[in-house]
Structure formats: C-alpha cells, structure tokens
C-alpha cells in the first residue's frame, strides 16, 4: 500500500518536473499571456522568429477563426503584419493584416493582398471575409485582432509574419535576411503546432499546459 502511495507520488512529481523542463526549454510563454476584457483563446503557438505569437480559437464547424497576432520587443516606428498565404509558402500571395502607429499616435490596422515582393504593403481586400479586425499598441507590443472567415480548406495553414520600418506613415521594405526571411511556416488550426516549412518545428511543439495543473 505505502509503496503504491509513493510510486504515484513520485510519477507525480516526476511528471511535474517533466513539465517544467520541458515548459522552461521549449517554453510554451504564449500560454501564460492574459488580454485585456477576459478575451481568452484556447490555442496559441511560440513562432520561431521575431518575437511572434499567435493566439487562436478556430470554430471547426463555421471555419472561423478568431486570432490575436502579439509582436513583441517593437518600437512605435515599425510596422508588423501577419498573413496566411493559401496558395503557396512564402510572402507572394500573402493574405495580410498590417498594423502601425501613425505619426499622430493613432493605430492603423488593415487588410493587404500581397502580390509582388516590392510592396508597399497597400490596403486592399482578402480572398477570405476579414471581421472585427483592431490592433494596440502598448509596453513595445502591437496586438492584432481579426476574426478570419475561412472556406474549408483543412487544418493545415501556411503563415508569414514580418515587421519592418515607416517613413512617415509609409510602410517600408523589410529587411531581407536572418530573421526576416525565416518568418514563415505552417500552421496546425486544430493541435496550434507551428512548423518551419521545410518541416522542421519539432522544437516549436504546442505544450498543452493544463497537462500541468
Ligand atoms: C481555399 O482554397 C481556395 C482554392 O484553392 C483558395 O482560393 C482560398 O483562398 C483558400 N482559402 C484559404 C483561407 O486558404
Ligand atoms: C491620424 O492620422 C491619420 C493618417 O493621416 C488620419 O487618418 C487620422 O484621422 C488621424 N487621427 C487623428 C485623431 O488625428
Ligand atoms: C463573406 O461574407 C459574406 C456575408 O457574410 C458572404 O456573403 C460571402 O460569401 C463571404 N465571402 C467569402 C469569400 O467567404
Ligand atoms: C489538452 O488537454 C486537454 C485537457 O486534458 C484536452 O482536452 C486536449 O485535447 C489537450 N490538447 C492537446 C492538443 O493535447
């Protein structure tokens, strides 16, 4: 009896333990973040380049999907984007939300159909139904919102997300090394799984954190 008592009490620990190494060395930090008014979503992923994540309740029945776009470690001169490119894997194609501080201090947020590499990133309408679209910027952090009205093409979505600098109110080019063009890979709607999109991503594995509680 004692014995089976300790052996729980030790796969117990031992599980804990299990979650915070692998919590500490994959950290899952996206999962510890909190909105403002309670919005809550129930999947979010660490992307792997330039302080990104994304937060998401996909609705597999409707297709919907709500998102939170957060990138960090910004300042109030640049502009972020995040996009899904549903024909293909990199930035031609793009399907993208674009947000910036104006000058004047106000946020811009808005839909851009990417279709050249020289862009300057203009306002234009989606291939999918874009809603309740709004960004903020605070503590070096701009936030994304959008909900996506997606046709029902799978769960497996090809993402880019990129920032870049402003002159005045101008988005300009980004920068076209290191980080910059690392930023793009899949994305699982159903397990929150972020790949690389020549399939890597084992490192970027979705931890379910109430595995932990
Ligand atoms: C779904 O597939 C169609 C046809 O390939 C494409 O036009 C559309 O943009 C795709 N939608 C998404 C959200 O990927
Ligand atoms: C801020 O600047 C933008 C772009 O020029 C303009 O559209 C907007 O009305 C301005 N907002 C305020 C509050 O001045
Ligand atoms: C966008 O939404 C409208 C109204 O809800 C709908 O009629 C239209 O088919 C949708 N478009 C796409 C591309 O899903
Ligand atoms: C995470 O855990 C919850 C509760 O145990 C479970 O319902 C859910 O399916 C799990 N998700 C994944 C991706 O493992």
């Known amino acids: 009896m004692g014995g089976r008592r300790l052996t729980l009490k030790l796969t117990v620990s031992l599980s804990l333990i299990t979650c915070f190494l ?10 510890k973040h909190s909105f403002p008014n309670n919005r809550v979503f129930k999947t979010c992923s660490d992307l792997p380049v330039l302080n990104s994540f994304l937060h998401f309740n996909y609705d597999t029945s409707s297709s919907e999907l709500e998102i939170a776009y957060r990138h960090s470690g910004i300042g109030s001169s640049r502009w972020v984007a995040w996009a899904i490119n549903p024909t293909s894997t990199g930035m031609v194609g793009s399907q993208a939300l674009v947000a910036y501080q104006q000058t004047n201090g106000t946020m811009r947020v808005y839909t851009s159909p990417i279709t050249q590499y020289q862009t300057q990133l203009q306002e234009g ?4 139904n874009v809603s309740d679209l709004s960004a903020r910027y605070e503590n070096d952090e701009i936030i994304i919102f959008a909900t996506l009205g ?21 988005p300009q080019m980004h920068v076209t ?5 690392q930023s793009m ?8 799984e972020a790949g690389t999109s020549n399939g890597g991503g084992s490192k970027l594995k979705k931890r379910n954190v109430s595995e932990c509680l």
């Open 125 to 128: 309408e989606l291939s999918f």
């Open 22 to 31: 692998l919590s500490s060395s994959y950290g899952q930090n996206c999962a």
């Open 185 to 192: 890979g899949t994305l699982n709607l159903v397990s929150g």
């Open 177 to 181: 090394s290191g980080a910059n063009v």
């Open 150 to 170: 997606l046709s029902n093409n799978g769960t497996m979505l090809n993402q880019v997300w990129q920032e870049g600098g402003l002159n005045g109110n101008i």
